[in-house]
């Protein structure tokens, strides 16, 4: 396999990666979210922030450099349209996962609280919620943007 196929290889597992560990955690999450019980909150945060940090962060920090890779590879100059936009939603990804992996932890914490306590969960964790699942939205279709944007490689201006 040459240079190419196999950056390639890695930047679509990588994608699949970040994109499905990204959707399967939140939506577990939101899942025990969903129940109200402070100790399964707890419990699926601590899985959700360790899976979030092992293979969406990785695959975060693999996909730029696998894809300024392929750019070059296959000559694209860097100021493509579809590339700059690209780079633009997934800045945004990006900016949006930051805040939400540490609504999670937080969340997670107080759930975790809640649960040792034998309380119900409180409006701090609920505005933490509310934030959370605010900006996993823009990340989400932000990918989502970047997915259709490498496929179709369009003339934007």
Do not use: N
């Not at 969903?34 to 996909?63: E, K």
């Amino acid at each position: 396999m040459d240079l190419y196929l196999f950056a390639k290889w890695v930047h679509v597992v990588s994608s699949t990666i970040l994109f499905g560990f990204g959707a399967g955690t939140a939506w577990y999450f939101w899942s025990a979210h969903r129940t109200g019980d402070p100790a399964l909150v707890a419990r699926v945060g601590r899985m959700v922030i360790r899976a979030d940090w092992i293979f969406t962060g990785t695959s975060g920090v693999v996909q730029p450099a696998s894809g300024l890779l392929l750019v070059h590879l296959a000559g694209y100059a860097l100021t493509e349209p579809w590339l700059v936009v690209t780079y633009g939603l997934y800045a945004l990804a990006f900016a949006c996962w930051v805040p939400v992996v540490w609504l999670q932890i937080r969340a997670q914490v107080l759930a975790e609280t809640a649960a040792a306590k034998g309380t119900p969960l409180g409006a701090d964790y609920r505005r933490c919620m509310r934030l959370w699942f605010a900006f996993g939205w823009p990340a989400f279709l932000g990918l989502m943007g970047v997915f259709w944007l490498m496929i179709a490689r369009p003339a934007l201006w």
